[in-house]
């Protein structure tokens, strides 16, 4: 595995640390039993705000969430458990490699999703790579599609077609029949998230600052969108032609199809993002130690209801009016960016 700078590997423990201003509402919501030996379900209360009341799912951290609809999410956590929303309330966490760290997921509808696990062999950064599929009834087990190098975030438009990016700069595709060997695309730095909106397009981003493009034939090289040098945390592609990336300090940038625009700046205070997703060229919601929105135009701040709250790991907007987001201390919640 190529070597990381040291600021990526911090990134989400030194991000975890910060005293977050923004993301939810003090109270849990309530947790619904139902008879002996059956799992426990977490539903989720409505407040005024456009945050709903943190649901309490898991008792560890909740490293990604992803959405394929308005009534299908599934989140994983750091010890290879996941659980599912059905539009009502969240399952028990269930296990998935308990024997690894589960980093990311992707749903790409109800009845595929692909979760990454990497399972570590005693050395910081370093582990192999595997897939866990989910075909609408139930989970794989683990599969290795990448000896060498920890997995780290993964895009799923459709059942034939995922991109998965690993932290030695390798990109890693599915073509629905099988995975093909790691293609290195970035000779130096991890690949950090990636989009991917169809076969045909995709943008990953990388731990210093640099955005790559795939066009179904081949990636471009990369381009330093982020002239901080800081890493870039997340992007997502409402379409070919805009995505949105954010860093791990709080720098946002937009893609039009051709050309990267925004600011970089040092260190902006506890705005570190860690998530961002576009449910259209007109909303984005980007998350992490603050929150804030896209318009279409310009960025604005997330107000919180209340300061004393976990750092939100990921976020997901399967639509224009509702997102999920997990965080840190193993809660769920949804947030309305538009109020019907």
């Known amino acids: 595995m190529k070597p990381r700078k040291a600021l990526i590997a911090s990134t989400i423990s030194s991000t975890i640390a910060l005293t977050c201003y923004a993301i939810s509402t003090v109270a849990y919501a309530a947790v619904t039993r139902h008879s002996q030996g059956t799992p426990v379900s977490v539903v989720m209360a409505r407040t005024n705000s456009h945050w709903s009341v943190p649901s309490h799912i898991d008792h ?127 000779s130096t730095y991890a690949l950090t998230s990636v989009s991917c909106r169809s076969a045909s397009f995709c943008i990953a981003v990388d731990g210093t600052g640099y955005a790559l493009v795939w066009n179904g034939r081949s990636w471009s090289r990369p381009k330093k969108i982020d002239r901080a040098s800081e890493a870039l945390t997340g992007v997502s592609c409402a379409s070919q032609s805009f995505c949105a990336s954010v860093d791990s300090v709080g720098n946002k940038f937009t893609w039009n199809g051709k050309s990267w625009s925004g600011s970089s700046h040092g260190y902006l205070g506890d705005t570190g993002l860690l998530s961002i997703s576009c449910a259209s060229i007109t909303l984005c919601v980007a998350a992490g130690a603050g929150a804030f929105l896209w318009n279409g135009r310009h960025w604005t701040a997330v107000k919180s209801r209340d300061s004393n709250v976990s750092t939100i790991m990921s976020i997901s907007c399967p639509s224009i009016s509702l997102c999920f987001a997990v965080d840190s201390a193993g809660n769920a919640m949804s947030y309305r960016p538009i109020k019907r």
């Not at 308005?70 to 399952?91: E, H, P, Q, T, Y």
């Not at 979760?115 to 582990?127: D, E, K, Q």
């Open 60 to 186: 560890e951290v909740l490293t990604s969430v992803s959405c394929a609809s308005v009534s299908f999410c599934v989140a994983v956590d750091k010890i290879g458990r996941a659980s599912m929303w059905d539009g009502l309330s969240w399952s028990t966490p269930r296990n998935l490699d308990a024997r690894s760290y589960l980093s990311a997921v992707s749903c790409a509808s109800t009845s595929f999703c692909v979760a990454l696990s990497t399972s570590s062999n005693g050395i910081a950064n370093s582990g192999n790579g595997n897939v866990i599929v989910w075909n609408g009834k139930s989970w794989s087990s683990p599969r290795e599609i990448d000896p060498n190098n920890p997995v780290s975030s993964i895009s799923c438009p459709t059942a034939t077609f995922c991109l998965v990016g690993d932290d030695g700069g390798n990109a890693v595709m599915w073509n629905g029949k099988i995975w093909a060997s790691p293609q290195e695309v970035d």
